[in-house]
């Protein structure tokens, strides 16, 4: 069935370092890809999608490019804060399927 | 706009009670979700309506759980009775179908 994987975490970071969280996916057909972001005590929300391979989701400064050849969407930004400090999760979901399947969750702590 | 939002934030009660989790959609979204996050098991996804319609259960664990939608606004989750193994935060999430998802702020259920 459909899967994803991301990297174990905690990744700690010290401020206006650069981040990576590599996240992998197994799925039929053609899903679209997201990263979502849960701050501590909140629900998560969207931080930023791909629906088709080699779009590139952005928001905050964050990025991901949707690579089908690698079967991948790797969440990166240039220069962390320490209020990016959260759990990301990984996900997909794919078209015309209403579940959204999320990965592990990987917490970043980013240190001033 | 309000967001999705659950009551309680927070439960605590003793082994064989019920509970009873309530959750608002934000106006205009027909699909609801309701999740459960531990650390052991990370995001499950417990059971997804419709249109008011509960599509996909499998998610519920035993059927100690039920879940309702009385109308097109407002779900339920219900335990009972309740057992230490289903301590864990408790979250519902609304959208358009095959939208992105929008959480709540989770419902921290602790059974003594």
């Known amino acids: 069935g459909d899967s994803v994987t991301q990297m174990e975490g905690p990744v700690t970071l010290s401020e206006e370092a650069f981040l990576t969280i590599n996240c992998t996916y197994t799925?039929?057909?053609?899903?679209?890809l997201f990263w979502y972001v849960q701050y501590p005590g909140e629900g998560l929300q969207l931080l930023l999608k791909?629906?088709?391979?080699?779009d590139k989701g952005s928001n905050k400064g964050f990025e991901a490019t949707y690579r089908k050849e690698t079967t991948s969407f790797h969440l990166e930004k240039g220069s962390v804060q320490v209020s990016d400090s959260a759990v990301y999760f990984c996900?997909?979901?794919?078209?015309?399927?209403?579940?959204?399947?999320f990965g592990a969750g990987t917490r970043l702590f980013v240190k001033a | 706009d309000a967001g999705v939002i659950q009551s309680p934030r927070h439960e605590v009660t003793e082994m064989g009670q019920e509970v009873t989790l309530r959750c608002k959609l934000i106006?205009?979204?027909?699909?609801l979700f309701w999740y459960r996050q531990t650390m052991m098991r990370g995001l499950e996804l417990l059971i997804y309506?419709?249109?008011?319609?509960?599509?996909?259960d499998s998610g519920m664990p035993e059927d100690r759980f039920s879940a309702k939608m009385p109308n097109a606004s407002f779900s339920t989750l219900k335990i009972q009775p309740s057992e230490p193994r289903d301590s864990a935060v408790y979250f519902c999430?609304?959208?358009?179908?095959?939208?992105?998802?929008?959480f709540g702020e989770g419902s921290r259920l602790t059974v003594l």
């Open positions: 309506f419709n249109n008011n319609v509960p599509i996909d």
């Open positions: 999430a609304s959208s358009l179908t095959g939208g992105e998802l929008f």
């Open positions: 106006s205009g979204h027909n699909s």
């Open positions: 996900a997909l979901k794919n078209t015309g399927g209403f579940k959204t399947i």
């Open positions: 791909a629906t088709k391979a080699d």
């Open positions: 799925a039929t057909g053609y899903p679209s």
